[in-house]
C-alpha cells in the first residue's frame, strides 16, 4: 500500500450529540487535536496540492483536518483550540448558508483567514450533486465559488456533499477552475491519486485515544471498509 497523508473531516463540535450529522464535544475534539499537535504533523492545504503537484515532499506523520458545512461552532469551539495547538485547517462552506443563524458570518470568516485558515466550497446550497442535471450543477458550483470570493480568498478546491460525484460532475469541477475536490468515500489509497476525489475519514466521537487516532491516521482504517459507491 502506498502512503497517504490522511485526510480527517470534521462537521460539528458542539456539546449535544447530533442525529443528522457527525459530531464531537469539544473537550473530544480538544483531545484529537492535542494528540494530532504532539504524535503527528498536522499539514496545510497549501502544502497537500504542493505535493500533489510534486513541488515539495510532506511528513512521514502527516496529516490534514477539515471541515464540512461552517457551522458557527466551528468558529466558537473549534477555531480556539486549532489557535492553541498550531493546527491548519481548511473550511467548506455551503455558500447560501454564510451569515445565517447557526453559520459563519463573513466577519467569522475573515478572522478565520487571518489566522491561516483556508476555505473551500461545499456547494451553493448543499444539493447532492448527482441527482441534479449537469446544468445545475454548474450553477451550484459556479454560484458557490462567485459568492465566497467575495469574502477575500480564492475559491480553489470542492468537498462534495455526502461525497457524491460523478465524472460528469468532474469535468464541470475542472472547467469552472476548481483545482481539487474531496470526498468522504473509504478505500485504500493507491497511485495515481485522483485530485478530484481525494478520500477523508470522517471523525467521531470514537476514536479519541492515541491507539483510535493511529488506525485512523495509519493508512490501515479502510482495509476493512469497501469502497463506497461515490452515487
Not at 100 to 112: C, N
Not at 166 to 180: C, F, K, Q, S, W
Request: proline share 8%.
Amino acid at each position: 500500500m502506498i502512503w497517504y497523508p490522511p485526510i480527517l473531516n470534521y462537521h460539528q463540535i458542539h456539546p449535544q450529540p447530533r442525529s443528522n450529522t457527525p459530531t464531537l464535544a469539544p473537550h473530544v475534539f480538544e483531545q484529537q487535536m492535542a494528540i494530532l499537535a504532539h504524535r503527528w504533523q498536522p499539514i496545510a492545504l497549501s502544502n497537500l496540492m504542493a505535493w500533489l503537484e510534486g513541488k515539495m515532499s510532506l511528513p512521514r506523520r502527516g496529516v490534514m483536518v477539515t471541515f464540512d458545512d461552517g457551522t458557527e461552532e466551528t468558529f466558537t469551539r473549534a477555531f480556539p483550540i486549532l489557535l492553541k495547538y498550531r493546527i491548519p485547517a481548511t473550511i467548506f462552506l455551503i455558500a447560501a448558508n454564510v451569515g445565517k443563524p447557526g453559520t459563519l458570518s463573513p466577519d467569522q470568516i475573515r478572522q478565520m483567514q487571518a489566522k491561516g485558515i483556508a476555505f473551500g466550497s461545499h456547494t451553493y446550497s448543499h444539493a447532492y450533486l448527482p441527482s441534479l442535471s449537469i446544468a445545475h450543477v454548474h450553477q451550484e458550483l459556479h454560484k458557490s465559488k462567485e459568492c465566497l470570493e467575495k469574502l477575500g480568498q480564492p475559491i480553489e478546491f470542492l468537498s462534495y456533499p455526502a461525497g457524491g460525484f460523478t465524472p460528469e460532475i468532474i469535468n464541470v469541477v475542472r472547467e469552472l477552475g476548481y483545482r481539487a475536490a474531496f470526498t468522504t468515500n473509504r478505500g485504500l489509497m493507491h497511485r495515481p491519486i485522483d485530485r478530484w476525489a481525494l478520500r477523508r475519514i470522517t471523525m467521531h466521537t470514537r476514536g479519541a485515544s492515541p491507539l483510535g487516532i493511529w488506525v485512523r491516521c495509519s493508512g490501515y482504517y479502510g482495509l476493512n471498509r469497501r469502497l463506497r459507491r461515490p452515487a
